[in-house]
């Protein structure tokens, strides 16, 4: 069974095609959780509803976790609207990027 970190550390290898920040950075990943059966389920979100690549982002959340965390049998993200996403949940390396 994999902890909720080295969940969040293969996600993190997972960038924002339009802002280069990874998901971690960003916010985005609001859990993630593994079972008895190396199962993994990562709860997420995206900046916003209208996201283009929205489905890309996904296959690419699963596909590094599947990637990184070589026992995982199963990976699922889980895309949530609530909370909503806003700059102010990203760390502080992306906030000043974002505000300069």
Request: hydrophobic content about 45%; some cysteine.
């Amino acid at each position: 069974m994999y902890t909720k970190e080295e969940i969040f550390k293969a996600v993190s290898t997972v960038l924002d095609p339009e802002v280069g920040f990874n998901l971690v950075e960003m916010g985005l990943i609001y859990d993630a959780n593994c079972n008895e059966e190396n199962e993994v389920i990562v709860t997420m979100t995206l900046s916003t509803k209208a996201c283009p690549l929205h489905q890309m982002i996904v296959t690419w959340v699963e596909e590094a976790v599947l990637r990184e965390l070589p026992e995982v049998e199963k990976a699922e993200a889980i895309v949530v609207w609530e909370p909503v996403w806003n700059v102010t949940m990203a760390n502080d390396n992306v906030k000043k990027a974002l505000a300069g």
